[in-house]
């Protein structure tokens, strides 16, 4: 018996972004799975630097392949879903997984699946609606989270393109190790880079990364701002228990939610 695509693509529409109770833990489920498969990579990474074992890879990339086509399928465009950044990251997973004898260095790209994470809005809304924690606490999440990837995404490049250039990096972990003493401006000087394109790239996460990454620490700490334009001047960002406008000192109304539970 088969199954018709209109009827196909509704059923997946109602699971990727309708509101019921089993939609809901299908996206949940699926992001319980992409922490587990981010966890695996790192830590496979770090455990089987070589890539000699591949069936668990070749099981994630068919879960992986039948969700692409899934949100390909439940997309309102799907031409237009198949070049957003997302959907391009997902196809250089499932190679990195699916073609290990031509893509082993570039396998460790796959930790760019981690941009997925907190990136789906139908999730996000969700998730304000059910935790008045998470409504309290949405800015510094999304700037962890952030953090976190950042970090990530330029260790994997960090050993895409020093791990056959560079003795002292064979492992993701000694990337990561390299990337946190260059980002926190450390640097111990055990792992340093030796070639011109190592050196260029140290530059740029030096340069870029500095910056980005104290930024991301600074939203991470500072005390969470009310956002509540003023009507006088415009300042956005007031403090949760403000009264007057610090720039102006127009009287707010911030809305408040009450005693926390």
């Known amino acids: 018996m088969t199954v018709e695509i209109p009827a196909l693509q509704t059923f997946l529409r109602q699971l ?51 969700d692409y086509f899934a949100r390909m399928i439940a997309a309102a465009n799907p031409a237009r879903y198949a070049v957003t950044f997302t959907s391009l990251a997902d196809l250089i997973v499932i190679a990195s997984l699916i073609a290990p004898a031509f893509l082993e260095n570039f396998a ?84 340093t880079m030796t070639d011109s394109v190592g050196r260029f790239m140290t530059v740029l996460i030096m340069i870029f990364g500095v910056a980005l990454f104290l930024r991301l620490v600074q939203t991470i700490f500072r005390p969470s701002k009310a956002q509540v334009s003023c009507p006088d001047c415009g300042l956005s960002r007031h403090d949760t228990d403000a009264v007057h406008c610090k720039h102006c000192g127009r009287v707010l109304n911030i809305p408040t939610e009450g005693a926390w539970e």
Not at 16 to 43: E, P
Not at 153 to 161: E, G, H, L, Y
């Open 16 to 66: 990727y972004f309708g509101h019921s109770v089993k939609a809901r833990a299908f996206r949940y489920g699926l992001l319980a799975f992409d922490l587990i498969t981010i966890g695996y990579f790192i830590v496979s990474s770090v455990l089987d630097p070589n890539r000699v074992h591949h069936e668990l890879d070749y099981a994630i990339a068919s879960v992986l392949t039948l």
């Open 108 to 191: 460790f790209l796959r930790v760019v699946r981690m941009l997925r994470l907190m990136r789906s809005y139908h999730l996000l809304k969700e998730l304000r609606e059910a935790s008045s924690w998470f409504r309290r606490n949405e800015e510094i999440m999304q700037s962890a989270v952030n953090l976190v990837v950042f970090i990530f995404v330029v260790t994997a490049i960090v050993f895409v393109v020093e791990d056959d250039r560079n003795e002292n990096i064979n492992t993701y972990l000694d990337a990561l190790y390299f990337t946190v003493t260059t980002l926190t401006t450390t640097g111990y000087g055990d792992i």
